[in-house]
């Protein structure tokens, strides 16, 4: 997700809670995985190395001391997932970040691959989790599976320019110093979630459900950003499940699709007094589509914040990548979920998992930030639009791979779906006030497509070119699965 402008502000990303595996002074002393096993059970559970980088003897005369820094090759614990974080979320680090990893049970390691350093994820200025204090500024994470062996180099970018001279011109280079407190987080997602059903089946019971919603704890529409940051601490964490507002059982691990009849019979459930008469007559809503649960993709619910935060209305779709690479199988999706969700709050210093959906390759939906998927949670997906708006991430990257087409089908019966339910048309344009960013400033309205990319937003390349040049036509199967 690399920013488009060199001067854009680096976005909320990282606060890294986990001890360093060693002290600076042997950190690039290579360690047997026995002397760093974690204690019994812990793998079951997850966990995150957070190590300290250090300067390298630079491989290009010209830039600066201390423009290159890494970690020389070595053993480690059990990761799948890493990524790159600093101190400062308003620091852009120009410069390029790579790693190499050895799989686990090997002596293979794989060759040098790269990190994307503008991670353009975030909280809207001024938020309560913004301000944390907690966050730092942080790569996108990359999935490389099972490993227990690492190498990270982070180079800084060297600027060379022409300038005049009284004998004609010269070649000067200017590098823009790294970060402060680079650390390398390597993310353990512990052992995997139940693995879902691939059909869509509607269970017995399901259509009920659907019309009868059961009752849950509720928080007021938050109806600017001080008051939603007031209602965080508006629910207790144990609530989590409540949040399924009654489409689901608490403890199971898929929210099933429902058909267009049981889909509408929900609706006049959910926005009972809200509809109007021509909405009742002629509901624009997608068929639900099934959504696996948080508990179905293994979320720790002790790891985020406590309580929801809500906006009053969902009247866009935001689509992003994770620029998490390609190399994962749809049966890892739930692990490299889990690692995503313990990136963004134990290293990025986030609430909770940034996107309130996310897809596989496969096309399987899931629950991101807790809360409930037919409310409107407020997310840090979209820096300045992430009010009254939803995050759907594509796992995976797209700006030369094109996306399967079961990714842009998912999409479109998840927009078709949640915009219904808040009378958003896919096909259409909404207004949205911004919260700041790199695009637009503070308080401008800001006309834009009902399903847009994140790039629309903010300037940055997610979701990657072959992604967002399949938004067209994922508007048109939206808008006609809503009856358009």
């Not at 990761?79 to 049970?105: C, E, K, M, N, Y």
């Not at 680079?182 to 399901?206: I, N």
């Not at 509720?218 to 507002?245: K, R, V, W």
């Not at 390759?361 to 939803?390: Q, W």
Request: hydrophobic letters at 35%; glycine letters at 12%.
């Amino acid at each position: 997700m690399r920013g488009l402008l060199a001067s854009s502000v680096g976005v909320t990303c990282a606060a890294a809670l986990a001890l360093p595996l060693t002290s600076p002074a042997v950190a690039a002393r290579p360690v047997s995985p026995a002397a760093v096993r974690s204690a019994p059970g812990a793998e079951a559970l997850g966990g995150t190395q957070s190590l300290p980088l250090a300067p390298l003897a630079p491989r290009d005369r010209t830039l600066a001391p201390g423009a290159e820094q890494g970690l020389p090759r070595r053993d480690v614990r059990h990761f799948s997932l890493v990524g790159v974080i600093w101190d400062d979320p308003d620091t852009v680090l120009h410069g390029r970040v790579q790693v190499r990893t050895r799989a686990v049970g090997t002596d293979s390691w794989s060759g040098w691959q790269d990190l994307e350093t503008h991670n353009d994820d975030a909280a809207d200025p001024g938020t309560a989790e913004r301000t944390s204090g907690r966050v730092h500024g942080a790569t996108a994470p990359l999935w490389v599976g099972d490993s227990d062996g690492v190498e990270v180099r982070v180079r800084a970018e060297a600027d060379r320019r022409t300038e005049d001279t009284a004998r004609g011109s010269r070649t000067a280079a200017t590098t823009a110093p790294l970060p402060a407190g680079l650390r390398l987080e390597l993310v353990d997602p512990g052992e995997s979630a139940p693995e879902p059903a691939r059909q869509e089946s509607t269970p017995a019971g399901a259509a009920q459900r659907a019309v009868a919603p059961r009752p849950e704890p509720t928080a007021e529409p938050a109806e600017d950003l001080a008051a939603m940051d007031a209602n965080a601490s508006a629910m207790d964490a144990s609530a989590a499940n409540a949040g399924l507002a009654g489409l689901a059982d608490p403890g199971d691990t898929e929210i099933p699709a429902l058909d267009r009849q049981q889909t509408e019979q929900e609706l006049f459930a959910l926005r009972a007094g809200e509809l109007t008469d021509r909405q009742r007559a002629k509901p624009f809503i997608g068929p639900r589509p099934r959504i696996v649960t948080r508990r179905g993709w293994g979320a720790d619910e002790g790891l985020r914040d406590r309580g929801f935060v809500y906006t009053k209305k969902v009247k866009a779709a935001f689509v992003h990548h994770t620029a998490s690479g390609n190399g994962y199988r749809c049966t890892q999706a739930p692990s490299l979920i889990r690692g995503i969700y313990r990136y963004h709050v134990k290293s990025m210093g986030w609430r909770d998992i940034g996107y309130n959906f996310l897809v596989d390759k496969c096309g399987n939906i899931y629950e991101g930030r807790a809360g409930g998927v037919a409310k409107a949670v407020l997310g840090a997906h979209t820096l300045g639009f992430n009010s009254n708006s939803m995050g759907i991430a594509v796992l995976g990257s797209y700006g030369s791979k094109k996306p399967p087409a079961a990714v842009t089908k998912a999409v479109a019966r998840l927009t078709a779906w949640k915009l219904g339910l808040y009378g958003g048309n896919p096909k259409g344009k909404t207004y949205l006030k911004s919260g700041g960013g790199n695009l637009y400033p503070k308080g401008r309205k800001v006309r834009l497509n009902v399903i847009s990319g994140h790039r629309d937003g903010f300037a940055t390349e997610c979701p990657g070119w072959q992604l967002y040049r399949k938004l067209g036509s994922t508007r048109t199967t939206a808008a006609r699965l809503q009856g358009r």
